[in-house]
């Protein structure tokens, strides 16, 4: 008679994955828009015009880099180039050459004036070689050359409408609620997502 055996089961096989509550936020919040987020080890961040936002893999990351603030990154940059750019590759911006600068600029100032409204200017600043740029707005980003700031303006006012509204608000004030409490336990602490002390209210 043969003896009936059980499969052997992998003791360390993992039911589910774990994934950065910022993330899944924002993931969520840009799907409510109207895109959709998708990792790539191809890129660093890129938008296919199409409505896919693709955002590189951890090991194409720098440390200090985070899903949250790319994806609120990039929809910020949605809001300086709506409409047209909302169908173009990389929202229409020129990336190889200086051309399209003062764009990225006053995403930059619009990406700090939202961030500011929340306390979050530190956690949601981008990483990249505009930091400089972003920290220097200091608390009055719309302080600047009217290329730059009529574009963040316009961008602001659309923020308040629809399809951002009030998906882009709700995930900006999750954001604080999620990283105020972890707050709480991050003394001596590098938390996940580079979450560091807010910004004074």
Same mark, same amino acid.
């Given at each position: 008679?043969?003896?009936?055996?059980?499969?052997?089961?992998?003791?360390?096989?993992?039911?589910?994955?774990?994934?950065?509550?910022?993330?899944?936020?924002?993931?969520?919040?840009?799907?409510?828009?109207?895109?959709?987020?998708?990792?790539?080890?191809?890129?660093?961040?890129?938008?296919?015009?199409?409505?896919?936002?693709?955002?590189?893999?951890?090991?194409?990351?720098?440390?200090?880099?985070?899903?949250?603030?790319?994806?609120?990154?990039?929809?910020?940059?949605?809001?300086?180039?709506?409409?047209?750019?909302?169908?173009?590759?990389?929202?229409?911006?020129?990336?190889?050459?200086?051309?399209?600068?003062?764009?990225?600029?006053?995403?930059?100032?619009?990406?700090?004036?939202?961030?500011?409204?929340?306390?979050?200017?530190?956690?949601?600043?981008?990483? !990249?070689?505009?930091? =400089?740029?972003?920290?220097?707005?200091? %608390?009055?980003?719309?302080?600047? /050359?009217? &290329?730059? *700031?009529? @574009?963040?303006?316009?961008?602001?006012?659309?923020?308040?409408?629809?399809?951002?509204?009030?998906?882009?608000?709700?995930?900006?004030?999750? !954001?604080?609620?999620? =990283?105020?409490?972890?707050?709480?336990? %991050?003394?001596?602490?590098?938390? /996940?997502? &580079?979450? *560091?002390? @807010?910004?004074?209210?």
């Amino acid at each position: 008679m043969t003896e009936r055996t059980e499969p052997v089961r992998d003791p360390r096989r993992a039911g589910q994955a774990y994934v950065d509550p910022l993330e899944l936020v924002w993931c969520a919040a840009a799907a409510k828009i109207g895109f959709r987020v998708q990792r790539s080890s191809e890129v660093y961040a890129h938008f296919d015009g199409r409505g896919v936002i693709f955002v590189g893999t951890p090991e194409t990351l720098d440390p200090d880099d985070s899903v949250a603030q790319m994806v609120f990154h990039e929809l910020c940059h949605a809001l300086v180039q709506a409409p047209d750019g909302l169908r173009r590759p990389d929202w229409g911006l020129d990336n190889t050459t200086d051309r399209d600068a003062y764009r990225e600029r006053a995403a930059l100032r619009l990406q700090r004036i939202l961030a500011l409204r929340v306390g979050l200017a530190g956690l949601l600043a981008p990483t !990249t070689d505009y930091r =400089a740029f972003y920290d220097a707005l200091g %608390a009055f980003p719309l302080d600047g /050359p009217a &290329a730059e *700031t009529e @574009l963040a303006r316009r961008g602001l006012d659309r923020s308040a409408c629809a399809p951002f509204a009030p998906h882009l608000e709700e995930a900006l004030r999750v !954001t604080r609620t999620i =990283a105020g409490q972890a707050q709480t336990y %991050a003394a001596g602490h590098v938390l /996940p997502g &580079a979450i *560091t002390a @807010l910004d004074p209210r």
